[in-house]
C-alpha cells in the first residue's frame, strides 16, 4: 500500500492492546495510541476523533451522538468487547459508521469468571482468605464459615446466550439443576429447563445474569425481583452493573433475603471507595475482569484490528453490532 494511503487512514486506539494486533494495525494504518493509564477524558476522545477515519474503542469510551456527529471521518468503531452499551448505535447507524466488536472469543473466559464468582461467594472463599490473612485461622471448627453447597443446587440463568450456556455447561459438570429465562435464546442445552421469571427466581439458589444492558434490561433485578427470589439464594453478575437495580440489591443483601452477591460489575463502575457494599462480608467483587485473560484479550484485540481493516475494504464486518448500516464512504479507498 503507497505510504500515502497510510498517512490517510488515521486509527485513534483508546488504549494499549495486544502488540501483535496493533502492528497488524500499523502495519496498515496511521495509528495513535492513548498511552494513559485512564481512558482518555471526553475532550481528548472528542478532539482524537474530529480527524480520525476509525477508532478502537473500550466499553469504558461513552461514544455518545455528540462525539458521534463530531466525528466527520469517522467509518468504524470497533469496540474492544462483546457489549456496546457505550455506544450510541442509531446515532453511529444514521452516520454510516460500522460498530464492531468481540463476541464468540470471550465467552469461556467470562463464564469461567462467573462461575469463580459463584463458587467464591457461595463457599465464602474471599472471606475466608480476608481471614486467614488477618491471623484469625486458630483451629478447624464444625460450625464456622459454613457455606452453600455448589453440587446438587438450583442454578437460574438469566440471559441464554452464549455466555449463558456457557455457564449452563460448567453448572451441569459441578451437578447443578440449571433453569433458564424463557425466550431469552433459540438455543437449547440438554438438561437445561427454560421457566419464566418468578419461577426461576422462587426455584434458583444461585441466580446468574448475563443479559447486554439495553432499555428493556436496565433494573431488570429490583426490589420486586429480590422479594420473589429463594430467601438466601445468591446473585452473580458478570453482565453489566445497571441490569441490577444496585440499591435494591444492597437492601436485600442487608435484610438477608439475598444470601450473597458475586459481581464483576457495579453500576457505576469503578464502585466508590465508601460504597456500602465493600463492607458487606458476603459480597465479592471483582473489577469487571470477565474477559481478562491473556489469550483472550489477545484474541479480542486480534478481531477489533480485522473489524478496522473489514470496514477500509470496503466490506461491513462479519461481527458487527450494526450489520444493517449503509457505510460512509464506502468508495473511498483510503
Ligand atoms: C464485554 O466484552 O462487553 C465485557 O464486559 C468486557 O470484556
Not at 108 to 123: E, N
Request: glycine share 8%; hydrophobic share 50%; aromatic share 4%.
Amino acid at each position: 500500500m503507497p505510504p500515502t494511503d497510510r498517512v490517510r487512514r488515521k486509527v485513534f486506539v483508546t488504549r494499549a492492546i495486544d502488540s501483535t494486533a496493533l502492528e497488524r494495525l500499523r502495519a496498515a494504518t496511521a495509528v495513535t495510541v492513548w498511552r494513559g493509564e485512564m481512558p482518555p477524558p471526553a475532550p481528548a476522545l472528542r478532539s482524537a476523533l474530529a480527524s480520525a477515519d476509525a477508532v478502537l474503542s473500550m466499553i469504558t469510551d461513552k461514544l455518545d451522538a455528540g462525539v458521534i456527529a463530531g466525528a466527520p471521518r469517522l467509518r468504524v468503531i470497533s469496540n474492544l468487547g462483546v457489549g456496546v452499551d457505550n455506544i450510541d448505535l442509531e446515532a453511529a447507524t444514521r452516520a454510516g459508521i460500522a460498530v464492531g466488536h468481540t463476541p464468540g472469543v470471550l465467552t469461556d473466559a467470562t463464564a469461567d469468571l462467573a462461575f469463580g464468582l459463584l463458587m467464591a461467594t457461595g463457599r465464602r472463599i474471599a472471606e475466608a482468605d480476608r481471614q486467614v490473612r488477618a491471623g484469625m485461622w486458630r483451629t478447624w471448627a464444625p460450625m464456622t464459615m459454613l457455606g452453600h453447597d455448589v453440587h446438587s443446587s438450583t442454578i437460574g440463568l438469566i440471559g441464554f446466550g452464549a455466555i449463558g450456556r456457557a455457564m449452563a455447561q460448567r453448572a451441569m459438570g459441578f451437578g447443578m439443576r440449571v433453569l433458564y429465562l424463557k425466550h431469552s435464546s433459540s438455543q437449547r442445552v440438554a438438561g437445561a429447563v427454560a421457566v419464566g421469571l418468578p419461577r426461576l427466581l422462587a426455584e434458583s439458589d444461585y441466580v446468574s445474569i448475563h443479559v447486554p444492558l439495553t432499555v428493556k434490561t436496565r433494573h431488570m433485578i429490583g426490589a420486586r425481583e429480590f422479594a420473589l427470589m429463594k430467601p438466601g439464594a445468591i446473585l452473580v453478575n458478570t453482565a453489566r452493573g445497571a441490569v441490577v437495580d444496585q440499591a435494591a440489591m444492597l437492601a436485600a443483601l442487608k435484610s438477608g433475603r439475598l444470601g450473597g452477591a458475586g459481581l464483576d460489575v457495579t453500576d457505576p463502575e469503578p464502585i466508590a471507595r465508601h460504597d456500602p457494599l465493600l463492607r458487606l462480608d458476603n459480597v465479592v467483587i471483582t473489577p469487571h475482569i470477565g474477559s481478562a485473560s491473556i489469550a483472550t484479550r489477545a484474541r479480542m484485540a486480534a478481531i477489533a484490528v480485522e473489524n478496522i481493516l473489514e470496514v477500509f475494504a470496503g466490506r461491513v464486518p462479519r461481527l458487527c453490532a450494526n450489520p444493517q448500516v449503509r457505510l460512509r464512504h464506502p468508495n473511498e479507498i483510503a
